[in-house]
C-alpha cells in the first residue's frame, strides 16, 4: 500500500503502474486452440481504404500504404490483393512480333489468356514445317525440272539471237569472233579470217563493203548485248514465279489450318497472312548454301538460338510471348522487389555478335507494369525513388495508360545508334505503392503529380484499442503468426507475455502494439528458448527471458552510463536536498534499444532586467522545441510573479554534464521547478526525479518515454542504494501509458520507490521542496511559510534593489547618469 507524501499527495498504487493481462482469462490453453483472425486486427481503416481504391474503376485512384517499416504493410496489402484477385478476371496474353512495314518498330498482339503460349508453339511448329517442307519443294526433281527449262529456254533465246547474226555475218564474208574482251568481227574468205595483209590486197570496193557490213553487224551485236540483262531479268522472274508457285502451294497448305485455327483472332489472321507473303517472298531463303551457291542476301540477321546453333531470318517468324497468362488464376499480384527503370517497364537485350551488338523483337524483356497489367502492382516507394528515372517513368506510364520500352541511354541521348521501338502496350494496373507516413507526406508536397496519381491512402495503425474482445482478437494474430513461421504453440501465460510486451511496445496500457516484425521476432526468441529446454510449447517464462535477453544484447551503452554515474563521474545525487538543482529524465534511443537515465538541472537566479538565459541554446546545444519550452518558463514566471511590476531577474538554466544536443520540452517542468527552487531558496530533495512538459499556465503536459525515464532513475537509485524515499513524478495524463518492468512494480508495492502524478506545476514544487505552493488569496497574497511567497517576495527584494540602483544612478553626475541610461537601454 502506497503512503501519502506529507502533504497528502499519494503516490501511484502498484496496480497502476503496469497493466498486466491476466492469463487465466483467456479461454484457451495453447494458440493450437484459436483460429485466424478475421481480416487485420487494428487495421479496419487501411483494409477500408484499400478496399475503396480497389474497386472504384476511375483514372489514377491508386493506392499508397503507409505506416512505419516492419509493421506488415507488405503482407496485408499482397494477402488482400491476393483475395480479391482470385475472383476477377484473367487478363490477356501480350506477344510482340516483327513488324514487316517496319522492323524496327515490333508490333505488339493483345491475345485471350492461353492463347499467346498457344500462338508461339504454332509458329515454333510452321517455322520447323517450312524448313522441311519449302526446302524438299524447291530441290524436288520436278522443280529442278521446271528450273532448268526456264534457264534452257533463256539460254537457247540467247543461242538463237548469236547464230542469227553469225550466219548473215558469214553470208557477208565476215566472220564473228569470241575474245577474252568479248565480240567482234573480221573479214573472212572460205571461213579463214583474213590477214591485215590479205584485207590490203583486195580491191578498194571489197574492201569499202566489209567495213559498211560490219558497222551494221556490230550495231546489231550491241543491240543483243543489250537484250542479254533484259533476258536474265525474265528468267529470274520466270524462275521467281516458278518459287512462288511452288511456295504459294505448300505455304497455303500449311497456313490454312493455322487459319482455321485462329479464326476468331483477327490481329492474329492479319500476322499470319504478313508471314505467309513475307515466307513467299523471301523462299530463297529456305534453300540450302550448296542449292544456292551462296546465302541469300536477305538473312542480315544471325543470333544463336537456345540450343547455341546459327539460326537465320526465321527469327522473324516467332512470336515473342511477353505475357503469358495460361497459367494464371485471377488478375495478377506482383511486387517488384527491386524496381529500377528496366525492371518497371522492361527492356531490349543485345547479343554480341562479331564485334557487334544485335538485338530484335525476339530479345524484348517485359517489366513488372507488364506482370501486373490488369491486375495490381505492388512496390516499395523508397526503392522506386532511390532509383534513377524510376520515378518518373512510372508516374508517365501511369499518367499516358500504357507501357513503352525504352532505354535509359535512349531516355538521357547517351546512346545515338538505332534500336528497336516497340509499340506500346495499353496499360490498366492498380499500383499499391508501400512507405513510411513522412514519406507519403513529403511527397503530397514536393512532387505536384503524386496527389494526382495516388488518390488513395491506407494508413496503417501502429497499434488497436486493449479490451478484452481486442485482447482475444490479438492472442488470434499471433497464433496466425506462431502458424506463419512453425513455431511452438504458446500457452496462455506466453499469450499473455507476449501482450504485455505488446501494450509495453505501444507505450500505451490502453493500446496493443501490432508492429508485425517485432512480435515476430518475440515468438521466434521464444521459440528458441523453448527449444534450449526442449520444451514443445513456449511458456511465459520464454517469453520474459526473450525479452530480458533482447534487451541484454543492446544494452552496453546504458550500462556504461549507469556505471558511471554509481562511480560519480557523472554527477547525478539521490541523497539530501539542494536548492535550484532538481534531477531530471532524458531518454536516449540507440538503434531499437531506448532507455532512461537521470540528468542533473541547475538553475541560478540575481538582480538583472527579466532575462532567462538557456545556455543550451546559447551554445547552440539546443533544439527549436527545447528553447520554445525555455521561453514558455519565462512567460509563466511574468504571468504568475510579475503581472503588473517588472521581473527584475536574470536567471539561467542548464543541463549538467550535457556534451551534446539537447532537444524536446519533457523537460520543462524540471527547469521550472529548479527555478522556483533557486528563487525561493527552497531546496529539492534529490531523491526524487521529475519529467514533464509545462505550458504557460502550469500545468503539467505528457511526455513521450515514461516507462523508460522511471526505470532509468529506478536502475540508478538501486545500482546507489535504495533508500525507500525515492521516486518520480510524472504527468497524471501519462498514468495510462504506464508498463513498467516487473521489479519496479514489486519495489513500489513493498513501499520502496514511488511514483507520483502530477497535474500542476504548484503539485510537483510541493513534493520536491516539502513547501506547500500556497495559492493567492483574495488580496492577491500568497499565504505565509508558501513556497509561491518565497518566490513572490524574493522578486520583490529585487525589484526594490533594481529601483534603488536606479535612484542611486539618478544622484550620480549627469554625464554618469546619461552612461548608466545608455547602459540600460542598450
Known sequence: MAEPSPLGQSPLRAEALCHRCDAERLPFATTAELRDPDGAPGQDRAMGALKFGTDIRAEHYNIFALGPTGLGKHLGVTSYLRGRAIGEAIPDDWCYVHNFAEPHKPKALRLPAGNGVRL???????????KVALPAALE??????????????????QSAMFEKLQEDAQAEGIALL??????????????????????????ETEQKRLHAAMEVLHGRLEEIVRQMPRLEQEQRAASRALISEVTTHVVDHLFDDLRTAYAGLAVVLDHLEAVRRDVIDNAQEFQSSEADGERPQGLSLELPNDGGEIITALRRYRVNLLVDHSQSKGAPVHYEDHPTHENLVGRIEHLSRFGALMTDFNLIKPGALHLANGGYLVIDALRVLSQPLAWEELKRA???RRVRIESLGQILSLVSTVSLDPEPIPLDVKVVLLGDRQLYYLLSALDPDFNELFKVPADFSDDMDRSEASELDFCRYIAALQREEQLAVLDRGAVAR???FASRLSEDGAKLSIHRRALADLLRESHYWAERRNAAVISGADVRQAVEAKIQRADRVRERVYEEIQRGTLMVSTVGAVTGQVNGLAVTQLGGFSFGAPTRITARTRLGRGQLVDIEREVKLGGPIHSKGVLILQSFLGARYAAERPLSLHASLVFEQSYSGVEGDSASA???????SSLAEAPIHQSLAITGSVDQLGRIQPIGGVNEKIEGFFDVCSRIGLAGDEGVLVPASNVRHLM?????????RAGRFRVYPIATIDEAVTLLTGL?????????RFPEGSLNRRVDDRLGHLLAMARKFSADDKGAEPQAATDHSADRHG
Not at 140 to 157: C, G, L, M, Q, Y
Not at 670 to 676: I, K, N, S, V, Y
Open 120 to 130: 508461339r508453339l504454332s509458329m515454333a511448329s510452321l517455322i520447323d514445317e517450312l
Open 140 to 157: 524436288s526433281d520436278d522443280f529442278r525440272t521446271r528450273h532448268d527449262s526456264i534457264v534452257e529456254a533463256t539460254k537457247k533465246r
Open 178 to 203: 569470241r575474245t577474252p574482251i568479248g565480240f567482234t568481227f573480221a573479214p573472212a574468205k572460205e571461213g579463214e579470217v583474213l590477214t591485215p595483209e590479205q584485207f590490203q590486197h583486195l580491191p
Open 398 to 400: 501511369l499518367r499516358a
Open 498 to 500: 507476449v501482450v504485455d
Open 670 to 676: 524540471a527547469e521550472l521547478c529548479a527555478l522556483l
Open 740 to 748: 513498467l518492468r516487473d521489479d519496479v512494480v514489486a519495489a513500489c
Open 772 to 780: 506547500p505552493a500556497g495559492e493567492r488569496d483574495a488580496g492577491g
